[in-house]
T-cell receptor
Framework: GDSVTQMEGPVTLSEEAFLTINCTYT??????LFWYVQYPGEGLQLLLKATKADDKGSNKGFEATYRKETTSFHLEKGSVQVSDSAVYFCAPHPGEKSSGDKLTFGTGTRLAVRP | NAGVMQNPRHLVRRRGQEARLRCSPVKGHSHVYWYRQLPEEGLKFMVYLQKENIIDESGMPKERFSAEFPKEGPSILRIQQVVRGDSAAYFC?????????????FGPGTRLTVL
């Protein structure tokens, strides 16, 4: 089945620092890839996605590039803010030919940004 | 423009009682997913339902847990005879349907505490 390995947290950064959260996956077929974010006390929100190799998803200053050759989808942001403090989840989606849409989540990476 | 609604947001039960968690999907969405998040862990898929049908329950514990999504009304996740290990956040997500890349929209979760 599908699986995800994420960088362990917590990650603690100062405001305006550069962020990288690593994510590698194993999946059957040709998955699409998602990053979700969970702010304290809330559910998950889709942050960005990429549907095919070399696609770059981006949103709110975050970016991630779908690297099929390394099966990776690392999340990056050039300058983090305190409001980015949250837990970030990488998740492959089984794709169009799958019989179901269940998402496989990594363990999540907690990010804490200091003022 | 209501998103996924879950209630209650917090639920406290004593061991041996029943817990009923409700999820109202985004209007027009016919697919519902339940995930469980244990403390300090990622989300684990439990069950995927369409109206009046269970499509995939591969993540559901074999005993005490059941789910339904009736023709009318919310989806219900039911846990009978709760134990302390059931304490977790339970998230519901909905999507419009399979075929293509269907984003899942998550609710805020129900946090179950078993005393």
């Amino acid at each position: 089945g599908d699986s995800v390995t994420q960088m362990e947290g917590p990650v603690t950064l100062s405001e305006e620092a550069f962020l990288t959260i690593n994510c590698t996956y194993t999946a059957t077929g040709y998955p699409s890839l998602f990053w979700y974010v969970q702010y304290p006390g809330e559910g998950l929100q889709l942050l960005l996605k990429a549907t095919k190799a070399d696609d770059k998803g981006s949103n709110k200053g975050f970016e991630a590039t779908y690297r099929k050759e390394t099966t990776s989808f690392h999340l990056e942001k050039g300058s983090v803010q305190v409001s980015d403090s949250a837990v970030y989840f990488c998740a492959p989606h089984p794709g169009e030919k799958s019989s179901g849409d269940k998402l496989t989540f990594g363990t999540g990476t907690r990010l804490a940004v200091r003022p | 423009n209501a998103g996924v609604m879950q209630n209650p947001r917090h639920l406290v039960r004593r061991r041996g009682q029943e817990a009923r968690l409700r999820c109202s999907p985004v209007k027009g969405h016919s697919h519902v997913y339940w995930y469980r998040q244990l403390p300090e862990e990622g989300l684990k898929f439990m069950v995927y339902l369409q109206k009046e049908n269970i499509i995939d329950e591969s993540g559901m514990p074999k005993e005490r847990f059941s789910a339904e999504f009736p023709k009318e009304g919310p989806s219900i996740l039911r846990i009978q005879q709760v134990v302390r290990g059931d304490s977790a956040a339970y998230f519901c997500a909905s999507s419009p349907g399979t075929g293509g890349l269907n984003e899942q929209f998550f609710g805020p979760g129900t946090r179950l505490t078993v005393l």
